[in-house]
């Protein structure tokens, strides 16, 4: 029952980013060219609905479906790892054209040239699980 | 209804993402796509490689699930959902795109010199896809999360992490459209 209804949630979140056409990589050269509001109104809108939501969560002590109370935990602390680490991926979103979610949306919708961007994802997360310890974080 | 069929605006899509994070939320789980790459790299054997990928990947099955519905979504938008998949951008950015080369922006999807099945055969935009791909998987773990993770899950919970990946993303994400596409393209 469970594994149906996260099943759904990606049905309906697929489906979002591929209408939203935060899944196409137009939009995301038009959003880095700062030549649209689109992709900025769906971000915007979705972390003003999101902040609201979890100050409620938390200030209401609301309980998940299952009655369980919702713990959020906090991002580590830090700060190389997250601007380096985000610069990296923000070279890849704007080549690429396409962050994780969108990729599967892609391959979905029938891009197989995405395949490649997929497998090249995959394989870069390995290379970082290789060099974790090297690297400054 | 017709509307269903036509792309969705910013402000009935950004709504719903949010609808998607707090779904999981209510259900015991959290909204983060790039956890699914290092989960993957963990099925593939990389536990024996890195310690990193030694963790029970089955604790994530059910993210794994919510990605097979993402692709089942992709394919229903794209099939069943939409009379005309062409991407109607600023007629601005349209002609930035074809003087870098695009010809099909405004008129696909995706542009065709990048995503049409000839790329197979073409060297240099396999080697950008691949490129771009690393960059996107390597640049995620590296940060510890995405666009889902960081700018819609780590910005509503207010983490300050999140907020200077965020700006990390608009760094590399603005350095490549502005400064290494005309030197690519």
Not at chain 1, 40 to 55: C, D, E, F, K, W
Not at chain 1, 118 to 127: E, H, N
Request: overall charge positive.
């Amino acid at each position: 029952m469970r594994t149906f209804v996260y099943l759904v949630i990606g049905i309906f979140f697929g489906i979002v980013l591929f209408k939203s056409e935060a899944a196409s990589w137009f939009r995301i050269y038009e959003m880095f060219q700062f030549d649209s509001f689109h992709m900025y109104g769906i971000i915007g809108s979705a972390l003003a609905i999101g902040v609201l939501g979890i100050q409620l969560i938390k200030r209401f002590n609301i309980k998940s479906f299952y009655g369980e109370k919702i713990a959020f935990d906090p991002k580590e602390k830090g700060f190389k790892r997250y601007l380096v680490g985000g610069i990296f991926f923000g070279l890849g979103w704007a080549l690429a054209g396409a962050c994780p979610g969108p990729i599967f949306t892609l391959l979905g919708a029938g891009f197989l040239p995405i395949l490649i961007v997929l497998v090249s994802a995959v394989l870069g997360t390995y290379i970082y699980g290789l060099l974790k310890d090297k690297l400054p974080h | 209804m017709d509307l269903i069929y036509k792309p969705w605006p910013w402000y009935v899509s950004g709504p719903l993402i949010a609808l998607v994070m707090f779904l999981l939320i209510m259900i015991g789980k959290r909204f983060g796509m790039s956890s699914n790459l290092r989960t993957l790299c963990t099925i593939c054997g990389a536990g024996k490689h890195a310690n990193f990928f030694k963790f029970d990947w089955k604790s994530q099955k059910w993210n794994l699930v919510v990605v097979l519905g993402t692709i089942i979504g992709g394919f229903i938008g794209a099939n069943f959902l939409s009379a005309d998949i062409s991407v109607n951008i600023n007629p601005d950015t349209i002609s930035e795109l074809s003087s870098l080369g695009f010809s099909s922006a405004g008129t696909t999807y995706l542009p065709t010199e990048l995503f049409g099945t000839d790329v197979f055969s073409d060297i240099k935009g396999m080697a950008l896809l691949i490129i771009g791909g690393l960059l996107v998987g390597f640049g995620a773990r590296y940060a510890g999360g995405c666009t889902s993770g960081h700018a819609i899950s780590g910005l509503s919970n207010l983490q300050v992490p999140s907020l200077i990946a965020v700006i990390g993303f608009f760094i590399g994400g603005l350095f490549m459209v502005h400064v290494l596409f005309p030197l690519i393209f």
